[in-house]
């Protein structure tokens, strides 16, 4: 079982801007050119985790569902997802345990957590064991952070980076438990 | 003429923990025994630039100086040097356009700009032109962060990736003025 993350961030850890767009991923054009990794990262994926403001966010762009796997959205609010989502999108809810057993239980196990909030619950509660992180080489100087506040320090280690078009970098961690 | 910054700073972009601690840049003891580049980096730069704040830690440390170059403290209350380091530190004043001719006309082009405030204050006036950070892979989920707010955007790109004993990655990133 495992929990990975795959995101971009600005060079000062920024998931979006201070309005919440992300127009700034657009600074360097060439990166819908390239092949970051994403359709690897994703071929040992078993389902999608993510929170009801990402979920909306995604429903907002108003393009295709653009996910093929299966994808949970952690909600306590929201009952129903539009029909034709309802073979992709189950809304499930609880705290982080009692909801990654549910997902268990029905075989999936390999997980991509997405989203900021879910993502600092998740480092929160230390359940993240992967993270690959793109930077996208800008300074915003304000917006939403990925990281947020813990009081438990989490020891990680750098598996991998790659530099791509000699402007991004990319780089893995993983989670190191004693 | 350029202005760089080597850094080090946890994976969520703390360059201290939330008491001014760094106790945490030994959570991987291997990296004393590495060369993270420091050597190479400092053979380019003719001067260093420090923050009152920084100064005070340094000596705080009670070792022997460790800086062979020049070194510049920007301060308008400090008033003077250890005697040992009259030759060694220099205290300027000034807004930082100023203290960059002061230290131009002296003959020091290439220079390191260190210390959390003075870092901020450099890039909040857009006067950074490469940063190299050495991610120690860590969460500390509270501290003091590398970058501070602002409010236009600055472009860089990233121009090399090292990863160092399978565990700590280096970035260094250069501003792109156009």
């Known amino acids: 079982m495992k929990n990975s993350v795959f995101i971009a961030t600005s060079l000062d850890g920024f998931i979006a801007d201070i309005n919440g767009g992300i127009g700034w991923l657009d600074s360097i054009p060439e990166i819908n050119k390239i092949d970051t990794g994403y359709t690897a990262f994703t071929s040992h994926i078993d389902a999608l985790v993510m929170g009801r403001k990402t979920f909306e966010t995604v429903l907002s762009f108003g393009i295709e569902w653009p996910y093929k796997m299966p994808v949970f959205v952690l909600s ?76 438990k320090s989490l020891a990680f280690e750098c598996v991998k980076t790659t530099l791509f078009i000699d402007k991004i970098v990319q780089n893995k961690f993983v989670r190191v438990r004693s």
Do not use: M, W
Not at 125 to 139: F, G, H, V
């Open 76 to 151: 306590s609010t929201l009952k129903k997802v539009p029909s034709e989502l309802k073979q992709k999108v189950f809304v499930i809810n609880g705290n982080l345990i009692q909801i990654l057993d549910q997902i268990h239980q029905q075989g999936f196990h390999q997980l991509y957590i997405d989203g900021g909030t879910l993502i600092q619950n998740f480092i929160r509660e230390d359940l993240i064991d992967e993270i690959t992180i793109t930077i996208i080489p800008i300074l915003l100087g304000a917006g939403i952070p990925l990281f947020g506040s813990h009081s």
